[in-house]
């Protein structure tokens, strides 16, 4: 699906097209002979954070925004495949910093940050809108199962990012709903996603819900 990036709009325009374009595909399921109770989202980086948001927020309405067709139709998702998605903003220079990695693009709590940007002002004098942007701060019991893939030397995501969502999930849904693979050597993105054999881990975990 297409969404507004940040030189068009900022937070939450992206999260409000990702929920409309759900709930579209879910009104008009029939027509295109879609099964509207086996809708998964699955984005890398950016749309990584997309994706979680748009699982752990189920149909919160706060994240609706400007777009308001369809709203008597659940945004809720049923699987989530999350590719090295920036998950909480607030952590990732510390995150960078213990790691050793250094980040190719630059401190995130810098007011030109790409983070900063989709905000819509420097994430730290922006603490309460950019946490909205964490979907670990919207889990619950009734999230879908998430499988969560990190490369170990990412250098535009701490690979932390992913480990935390993946232990704050699996404290609220289970193991059994949470999968986290650190693909070693790997960095944002690349050969080690697209191979085959890893994409059908992905396949094989979406045909399971």
């Known amino acids: 699906m297409d969404y507004r990036l940040s030189d068009e709009a900022v937070f939450p325009a992206a999260i409000s097209d990702v929920k409309a374009a759900i709930r579209f595909i879910k009104a008009n399921a029939q027509q295109y002979n879609l099964n509207p109770d086996k809708i998964a989202t699955w984005g890398d980086s950016a ?41 909480d903003f607030l952590l990732m220079d510390e995150q960078f910093a213990a790691s050793g990695v250094t980040p190719k693009m630059g401190l995130t709590s810098s007011p030109t940050s790409p983070e900063s940007q989709y905000i819509g002002g420097n994430i730290t004098e922006n603490v309460a809108q950019t946490q909205k942007a964490n979907p670990e701060n919207y889990i619950t019991a009734g999230d879908p199962a998430f499988f969560i893939q990190h490369g170990s030397t990412d250098q535009n995501v701490p690979t932390q990012q992913s480990i935390n969502l993946a232990q704050k999930l699996t404290a609220v849904l289970g193991s059994d709903k949470v999968t986290l693979t650190i693909l070693e050597g790997a960095g944002h993105g690349g050969e080690a996603f697209n191979v085959t054999e890893n994409l059908d881990k992905v396949f094989t975990f979406l045909d399971g819900f």
Not at 50 to 65: F, H, P, Q
Request: overall charge negative.
């Open 47 to 87: 749309g990584g954070n997309l994706a979680a948001l748009a699982g752990t927020s189920g149909d919160d309405a706060s994240l609706n925004g400007d777009n308001s067709e369809n709203l008597n139709v659940s945004s809720a998702v049923n699987a989530v495949v999350d590719w090295f998605g920036p998950i």
